[in-house]
């Protein structure tokens, strides 16, 4: 223990399961409070927020002595708060960890978190793809040896949890953190979230699922906003990513969400946080609050009428830890177990949960070391090669080629020798790094609030990279995403006139609560291009269209646009989502044919800015009727995306007609690369139940796999396909298997099929829950 501590009480030497118990009984009251709360060390109320009412919410803070008197729970965002060096951040964290444990009885050091949803958002740390992009893979196990690394540097640090993945499914492409979900596809959500997770989780990192639950389906898709969602639907769409990430990714920690359904705000809601969470799922491990949830039940939401009642509310419900700061879970919760209108033992079950999972990171052994390990090497570096090679790997898997036009006889991309002669780059994200970055990628997040700090990483602009590779390039910013001058707008299409190929870049700047495009709290109005994008683009491409210059439309975004007014006039049109830090170099190495495009839509591309919102995932009378004269068919759909080569199916097989509704049926086909140049397609399984027992979606997917070829190769692949991947949710709200018809669509996209099965289901309509099997294993074989 630290010399000049308080009065402390040894932990057994070998700390287990019966410290916890025997802290429980021996803890304070205040003891066991600290324990449920984090303090922001660094937050602060001057500046830019980077959490909702930040500044209101961290006004009337104590002091750090009063605040770790009786011990601390979590530590929150020591590197990523402001920018600072990874040493002196590691040596502050270091030095807080020595107050805690000298400070309390017990000597119980701070779990600390960070956030790590586009890698860890610390100063100098790698930037990777945002969640978009790795949905846009569609490749599970690249993305978890990318949440490896991210945990590896964490570990390192001194960290013990991330906040992140985003499990949240798209619903609405207005809402500003579209960026941070994975896609539109409550399968594709899981399956890639739980290959973070158990990347995450093999570093020893306590990884939390957010945000628990139906928080992108906020109404018009505003930040906060309340949601007009049936139980069918969160059962159905919303919760299954959740089941996924606990049962096949073995997280350990759950964010509630801001948001409130039906009139019941997440943080209240005992029926989902524990009847559901723990009694169904089983789920052990924690309930962290999303920052100032806890107060929000007084303060936005207007179900408690001041923070001791909100604290009741939450522990209630089965919110364990309040989280970023203590607001409610200090004096006022304390105040209410005295006045009796809270059982101690509440506090007892969530203490428990807590020092288990400190327990597990080794916070309970009396030789913990609060130096975090980076301090005992040499130079700290979070941005290594090898990070920088992973980050240009899943750039160049996330791209997606949306439309390659004939132009001068052949395919406008990949670009030939005789277009690059001169090329020019312009758009109002031509020069600008921050093209690149999401909201939760450090110099977004929290770098743009200090202009005079540089950016830790390099990023490379679009027209960085084309300098680097090309003799004559030509550039200009064309303003921002938001404004741009006439003269800005004439300076592009003078490029665009005199050169062989023009890259035209638009799309999004990431930020917070209104400084930017996308983000969190930069919700979109419509699905048009932002600012006077739509305009700049209408002018560039006429200009270029009368000198018979090549075009190549690039759109780098947090959300999709509606395209439907250029598509068809750009020779070719790519869309990336936030791709980090080698994202620009990951663009030229496609444009150029040094890689191949692979990346497929995780999210749908509208046609027009009012026909959305909306997702490939909907029933019949939401797609086009002709009951509407408003037709919401997207531009392209999900799973949309083009190749330099070309794939032909064949040999397509389903183990049988029939099976009974708790049996299983392989379907499988053949793949050959029949194009001139190595590539990979990612073959789509979906589900259409013609008629169901309640209304179903027209198709879902239930199961993918990415093929990768050389030229003339072949591969067969192979779906397992168990009865309760038909499941849903019935009249009765089971989620049930049921006897019928089904068809098992083989495809390139969710608008493109190759082949497909009809299966008949016979046997006994069976309740499924939480046992059932959650995913659909396919298997890749090469042939010859």
Same mark, same amino acid.
């Given at each position: 223990?630290?010399s ?15 410290a916890?118990e025997?802290?429980i ?18 937050a ?5 927020a ?7 919410? @961290?006004?009337?803070a104590?002091?750090?002595?009063d ?25 502050r964290?270091?030095?807080a ?6 400070a ?6 701070a ?7 586009a ?10 793809p ?6 846009? @893979?569609?490749n ?19 960290v ?23 896609g ?12 973070y ?7 020893g990192?306590?990884? @939390?699922?957010?945000?628990f ?11 906060h ?21 606990i ?9 509630h ?16 946080l ?10 052990a ?15 936005t ?10 604290? !009741? ?38 203490l428990?949960?807590v ?18 390990p ?11 090669a ?13 791209l ?9 006889g052949g ?16 758009g ?16 977004a ?7 005079? !700090? ?15 590779r ?31 190929t023009c890259?035209?870049v ?7 609560? %209104? ?11 419509d699905?048009?291009?932002?600012g ?8 560039v491409?006429?200009a ?27 020779d ?41 919102? %909306?997702t ?18 997207p ?13 032909k ?5 389903a ?10 049926v ?26 169901g ?5 027209v ?20 779906? @397992? ?12 709200l089971?989620?049930? !298997? ?22 008949i289901l ?23």
């Amino acid at each position: 223990m630290i010399s000049g501590a308080a009065e402390q009480q040894e932990l057994p030497r070998n700390a287990g399961p019966d410290a916890v118990e025997r802290l429980i009984r021996e803890m304070t009251l205040e003891e066991k409070a600290a324990q449920l709360a984090g303090v922001w060390v660094n937050a602060s109320i001057e500046g830019e927020a980077v959490a909702p009412l930040q500044s209101e919410m @961290t006004g009337d803070a104590a002091s750090w002595e009063d605040m770790i008197s009786h011990g601390l729970g979590q530590i929150t965002r020591m590197y990523g708060t402001t920018p600072l060096e990874p040493a002196e951040g590691a040596r502050r964290l270091a030095a807080a960890q020595e107050q805690i444990m000298a400070a309390s009885r017990f000597g119980i050091p701070a779990q600390v978190h960070e956030e790590c949803l586009a890698g860890l958002a610390a100063w100098k740390a790698t930037a990777f793809p945002v969640p978009l992009a790795w949905g846009a @893979t569609f490749n599970p196990e690249l993305v978890r040896e990318m949440a490896e690394r991210i945990g590896a540097a964490m570990r390192s640090l001194g960290v013990h949890q991330g906040l992140a993945p985003v499990l949240d499914v798209v619903r609405d492409l207005r809402w500003g953190r579209v960026e941070e979900t994975i896609g539109e596809d409550p399968y594709l959500v899981g399956t890639v979230a739980s290959a973070y997770v158990k990347g995450l989780e093999s570093e020893g990192i306590v990884a @939390t699922l957010k945000h628990f639950v139906g928080y992108s389906a906020s109404r018009a898709g505003r930040n906060h906003a309340p949601v007009s969602m049936g139980p069918r639907e969160v059962a159905d769409v919303m919760l299954p990513p959740f089941e996924m990430a606990i049962k096949h990714g073995g997280a350990r920690s759950v964010m509630h969400a801001y948001t409130d359904i039906d009139g019941v705000p997440a943080a209240a809601n005992r029926a989902l946080l524990t009847t559901l969470l723990r009694g169904k799922w089983g789920f052990a491990g924690t309930v962290v609050a999303d920052y100032f949830g806890v107060a929000f039940l007084n303060v936005t939401h207007g179900v408690a009428a001041n923070t001791g009642d909100a604290a !009741v509310l939450a522990l209630t419900a089965g919110v364990d830890v309040e989280l970023p700061t203590v607001n409610c879970y200090g004096s006022p919760l304390i105040q209410r177990v005295r006045e009796g209108v809270l059982d101690e033992a509440l506090i007892d079950t969530a203490l428990r949960r807590v020092l288990i999972q400190k327990l597990e990171a080794g916070l309970l052994s009396p030789d913990f070391d609060p130096a975090p390990p980076v301090l005992s090497g040499g130079a700290i570096d979070l941005d290594p090669a090898e990070n920088r090679t992973l980050a240009r790997r899943l750039a160049v898997q996330s791209l997606v080629l949306l439309a390659n036009r004939e132009y001068d006889g052949g395919p406008a991309l990949p670009l030939p020798a005789s277009a690059v002669q001169s090329i020019g780059v312009v758009g109002p994200l031509a020069e600008d790094p921050y093209a690149m970055l999401g909201c939760y990628s450090f110099d977004a997040h929290v770098g743009a609030s200090y202009p005079d !700090v540089p950016m830790g990483i390099s990023v490379p602009t679009v027209a960085e990279a084309a300098l680097a590779r090309f003799r004559s390039v030509q550039s200009a910013a064309t303003g921002t995403c938001e404004a741009a001058t006439p003269e800005q707008i004439e300076e592009a299409c003078r490029i665009a006139a005199a050169v062989d190929t023009c890259v035209v870049v638009v799309g999004d700047n990431a930020g917070l609560f %209104g400084r930017g495009t996308s983000g969190e709290g930069n919700d979109a109005a419509d699905l048009r291009l932002p600012g006077d994008q739509h305009a700049m683009l209408d002018r560039v491409l006429s200009a270029a269209e009368a000198a018979g210059t090549r075009t190549v439309l690039v759109v780098l975004s947090g959300r999709p646009y509606a395209l439907g007014d250029f598509a068809h006039r750009a020779d070719a049109v790519v869309q990336g989502f936030f791709p980090g830090e080698e994202g620009a170099d990951a663009l030229w190495d496609l444009l150029t044919g040094a890689d191949n495009f692979s990346g497929k839509l995780p999210v749908s591309i509208p046609r027009t800015s009012g026909g959305q919102p %909306g997702t490939y995932l909907h029933s019949r009378l939401a797609g086009p009727s002709g009951v509407s004269a408003l037709d919401p068919s997207p531009l392209y759909g999900f799973g949309h995306g083009l190749s330099y080569t070309a794939f032909k199916f064949a040999d397509h097989v389903a183990s049988a007609p029939t099976m009974t509704t708790s049996d299983t049926v392989t379907v499988s086909c053949t793949v050959t690369n029949t194009g001139a140049v190595g590539g990979a397609e990612v073959v789509q399984l979906y589900l259409a139940d013609p008629v169901g027992e309640v209304v179903r979606p027209v198709r879902e997917l239930i199961g993918y796999a990415r093929v990768e070829l050389a030229a003339g190769a072949s591969a067969t692949v192979e779906f @397992t396909v168990h009865a309760d991947r038909t499941s849903f949710t019935g009249l009765d709200l089971e989620r049930i !298997v049921a006897p019928g018809i089904v068809k098992l669509h083989v495809s390139t996209s969710s608008t493109s099929d190759v082949h497909t099965h009809e299966l008949i289901l016979h046997g006994p309509r069976r309740v499924v829950g939480f046992e059932r099997e959650m995913l659909t294993p396919a298997s890749v074989a090469p042939l010859g």
